[in-house]
């Protein structure tokens, strides 16, 4: 990290290193040596956790610094919750408990902040509640009604939250650096994560992004009379504003509360559980958080999603590879699981142990052998799946992420409200259609007509390289450039190496040297001049030796 960053960002630096401490994480600082960094890391250390803090499990200690650390820290948190690929499952299951709820900000800043991004406030609404309807550590929301007497919800990001983030992502950058140098053998690279979160905060921080993807939504749902999705009054939003159709109906959190009938509560499950396996199999594009707080029941029978900032793609071959994963463990058909397996974490082969991910993922299967479909859960063969990334140290594709969270969450939204609902037995007819559709004669046809057009280009340019390549060799005129592995390292160990060799041989010429000076300048009558440069070269040569070990010291350190 550049010194200037360190000293802008020294303050919170040690609020970090306060939080963590306080909360048993001071090994952590110690082994990747950022205790140095601060100059009142000793005074901070001597504290250490009460007895309380002690007597929690590191997962829970974890989650609760994070709330302490902020709004950044507690979305990180809440990624992480969706990476069974980086994280334990302990780990996972305790970041899913992070809360965000804050004391709101006053409404005079809140108003300052809408001022400036819309005007006079006049001109758009009729009124606006000043007591905001929730609040959150990134943003809040308030009751609004439009000049033209609609009532709106806007959702407000919170004043100066930006500034707080982005300083934050900055130090996560400089720590995750600065950890990925000195623990080599992590599961995962620190340092994609990080970039990973920085790209998902970006969007937290712009509501338009949100706004755009309820559009697209809104557009490529239109057909299905069962889910809604709500109105952007585009007028009032803005990267910092978002105004909503406000939604009335019951939250799915509070469904025991709404006293739903059964039937009800079955209709839910199936229109939500048909929703997103259609958003995720068909669209390609889905809702990322489907969880109970993000779905409202209508009056009118419908299911309506909320908070859409969280939305994630997938193309035809990752769901076909997630059909052929699925559908894989209910036949028990090992080539087809171990094939999808390697297509959905997009992994070289040559990067793993072939026998190693087969017994691993047959271990797996033999769990469900003479286990009827509708006995096997998706969330079951998803954790699995990434349990096995994690276990070879590959990191999961951030959409294959996003795709797992999602299915996960339905699914243990249609448990909660209908005990009996089973998604993978809901989603076989779609999945064995998936399965059937990639060897039907159509698709086949298809793909030879791919190839073909491939071919043919390939045919049409082929004789056009051959030429070239004549060309330069009758010039002599021909290249070669080989990448291979560790050839980077190996130079540098070699020029190392050789400077070192150089080093040696002129501070030992220049002792010889020195002595021979200081020998003669001890059998002439007096002291000369030659007696001082032999004492200098004694001096020069002693600086450079320390210099060279020091060198040695560091290279090894590093």
């Not at 408990?97 to 001109?123: C, F, R, S």
């Not at 559009?215 to 990267?239: A, G």
């Not at 954790?383 to 990334?389: E, H, N, V």
């Not at 050839?487 to 190496?497: F, Q």
Request: with cysteine; charged share 25%; net charge negative.
């Amino acid at each position: 990290m550049s010194m200037l960053q360190f000293v802008r960002h020294a303050g919170r630096y040690r609020e970090m290193l306060s939080v963590l401490v306080t909360f048993g994480f001071r090994e952590f600082f110690e082994d990747a040596k950022l205790d140095l960094l601060l100059d009142r890391s000793r005074r901070i250390f001597s504290r250490g956790p009460s007895e309380e803090v002690q007597r929690m499990g590191r997962p829970k200690r974890l989650r609760l610094a994070l709330e302490e650390l902020g709004p950044t820290f507690i979305k990180l948190g809440q990624v992480l919750s969706t990476r069974p690929d980086i994280l334990p499952p302990e780990y996972v299951e305790e970041f899913k408990h992070l809360q965000d709820n804050v004391p709101a900000v006053d409404w005079a800043d809140i108003k300052q902040q809408l001022i400036e991004d819309l005007g006079d406030l006049d001109d758009f609404f009729d009124s606006i509640d000043e007591e905001p309807m929730a609040a959150a550590s990134m943003a809040q929301a308030h009751r609004a009604v439009l000049k033209d007497g609609g009532p709106i919800v806007l959702k407000v990001l919170r004043p100066g939250i930006s500034r707080v983030v982005v300083n934050d992502l900055e130090i996560l950058g400089d720590v995750a650096q600065w950890v990925a140098k000195h623990h080599t053998n992590l599961p995962f690279d620190p340092v994609s994560v990080v970039d990973e979160f920085q790209q998902a905060m970006s969007y937290e921080l712009d509501l338009m992004h949100e706004a755009r993807n309820i559009e697209t939504f809104r557009r490529r749902l239109e057909d299905d009379p069962n889910t809604y999705f709500p109105e952007v009054h585009w007028s009032v939003t803005r990267n910092r504003v978002l105004g909503l159709e406000e939604i009335k109906g019951t939250q799915l959190s509070h469904w025991k509360d709404a006293n739903l009938s059964e039937e009800e509560r079955s209709k839910i499950v199936e229109i939500g559980a048909g929703s997103i396996l259609r958003q995720v199999l068909d669209i390609g594009f889905f809702h990322a958080d489907p969880h109970p707080g993000n779905m409202f029941w209508l009056a009118d029978q419908r299911l309506c999603f909320i908070d859409c900032g969280m939305a994630g793609r997938v193309d035809s071959e990752t769901v076909n590879e997630l059909a052929n994963l699925l559908y894989g463990v209910s036949s028990s058909n090992i080539d087809k699981v171990y094939e999808a397996f390697i297509a959905l974490g997009n992994v070289r082969e040559e990067t793993i142990s072939p026998r190693a991910v087969r017994r691993d993922l047959q271990d797996f299967m033999d769990q469900f052998t003479g286990v009827s479909f509708e006995k096997i859960q998706i969330s079951a063969v998803l954790q699995a799946f990434s349990d096995g990334l994690r276990k070879h140290q590959i990191q999961c594709p951030g959409d294959i992420v996003l795709m797992i969270k999602a299915l996960a969450t339905i699914e243990g939204v249609g448990e909660d409200l209908d005990p009996n609902f089973d998604l993978l037995t809901f989603a076989r007819p779609h999945l064995e259609s998936l399965v059937k559709r990639q060897y039907s004669r159509e698709a086949i046809w298809a793909r030879l007509k791919n190839s073909s057009t491939r071919y043919i280009k390939l045919a049409e340019s082929l004789p056009g390289r051959v030429s070239t390549i004549l060309e330069r060799f009758s010039r002599n005129d021909i290249r070669v450039s080989l990448d291979v592995e560790g050839i980077e390292r190996l130079n540098r160990t070699v020029h190392h190496s050789s400077r070192q060799i150089s080093y040696t041989l002129l501070i030992s010429a220049m002792i010889l040297a020195s002595s021979v000076l200081v020998l003669a300048d001890s059998r002439s009558e007096g002291h000369s001049i030659l007696g001082w440069i032999g004492f200098i070269g004694f001096l020069f040569s002693f600086l450079m030796a320390a210099f060279v070990l020091l060198e040695n010291f560091l290279r090894k350190k590093d």
